[in-house]
């Protein structure tokens, strides 16, 4: 069985994965909410730390399919290593 993949059908799956994470980081966002301490307690700031992960898993997942997904396009007119 071939499992060969294009760069954009990869950037597709870091998109679905971005977006998983996305739902974790609304869940999360939910609890916090729902804390009666949401600024100095130890659930706070447990919650505070998992979202800071999850977000920094969320820019990395969706600037990653972003570039793969547009590996091969053209560049539109614009310098290919820096934009003005």
Known sequence: MNNNKTLYMLGEEY????????ERIDK???????????????EAYE??????????????AVETAGYLKL???????????FTY
């Open 71 to 81: 590996y091969y396009s053209p560049h539109q007119g614009k310098r290919e290593l």
């Open 15 to 22: 998109e679905a994965a971005a977006k998983k994470v996305k």
């Open 47 to 60: 919650i505070k730390s998992e979202l800071k992960t999850l977000y920094a898993e969320y820019n990395q």
């Open 28 to 42: 999360k966002r939910a609890e916090l909410n729902a804390l009666k301490n949401k600024t100095c307690s130890v």
